[in-house]
């Protein structure tokens, strides 16, 4: 992670996953969201927010602006795991749908 090795990223990575599920209206139980605001700045929230709402709104100067110090596989890492967070929130949502509907 930037230029730390052996570094664990779970927590960070929950964070991230548990802040996109928030913005969609899914919140856990298990989950302290304090972690949300000690691990995400705001402006990395922002950024968040853009490629998970509107991501073509997203431009190149945005993605080189965030998280400076890290390496481009990681950045690419992140933005899938955004990606990832939104489209299984999403699926949450048809399938309660579709649960509502066949009872």
Not at 33 to 53: A, H, M, P, W
């Amino acid at each position: 992670m930037a230029t730390h090795k052996d570094v664990d990223t779970s927590m960070l990575r929950r964070a991230i996953w548990n802040y996109i599920h928030c913005m969609f209206g899914i919140r856990y139980d298990d989950y302290d969201y304090g972690e949300i605001n000690q691990l995400l700045d705001r402006s990395f929230k922002v950024y968040i927010k853009t490629i998970v709402c509107t991501p073509e709104k997203v431009t190149k100067r945005m993605y080189d602006s965030f998280w400076r110090q890290f390496k481009h596989s990681e950045k690419v890492h992140v933005n899938l795991l955004l990606i990832e967070a939104r489209m299984q929130a999403e699926l949450l949502y048809a399938l309660r749908a579709i649960t509502r509907y066949m009872t």
